[in-house]
């Protein structure tokens, strides 16, 4: 079955960086595009960033670009965010996700708190 187990959340203070990882199972992972999605308490989960089966295509929401950077690794099966100048609004749960057969899947998810 579907797998997703993210990692690397933490505590960060304003202007820090953190990477977060995706490990993905249960699929055939090149053929897929992956997303990255956070939820902050009390808001909707929205879509961080997409990436497609390559890796070759990425495309980010308007409050992350230039600062986020989603990456692939198709060998090892993994999917990365690499986060820097980080704000106090991006304190989130941040969530991978693929879509296969309709079917919306999720990790548990891991926790960014940006603060001082």
């Known amino acids: 079955q579907v797998q997703l187990v993210e990692s690397g959340g933490g505590l960060v203070q304003p202007g820090g960086s953190l990477r977060l990882s995706c490990a993905a199972s249960?699929?055939?992972?090149?053929?897929?595009?992956m997303r990255w999605y956070r939820q902050a308490p009390g808001k909707e989960r929205g879509l961080v960033a997409i990436?497609?089966?390559?890796?070759?295509?990425?495309n980010y929401g308007d409050s992350v670009k230039g600062r986020f950077t989603m990456s692939r690794d198709n060998a090892k099966n993994t999917v990365a965010l690499q986060m820097n100048s980080l704000r106090p609004e991006d304190t989130a749960v941040y969530y991978c996700?693929?879509?296969?057969?309709?079917?919306?899947?999720w990790g548990q998810g891991t926790q960014v708190t940006v603060s001082s």
């Open positions: 996700s693929v879509v296969r057969n309709a079917v919306n899947y």
């Open positions: 990436i497609s089966p390559t890796g070759s295509s990425t």
């Open positions: 249960g699929f055939t992972f090149s053929q897929y595009y």
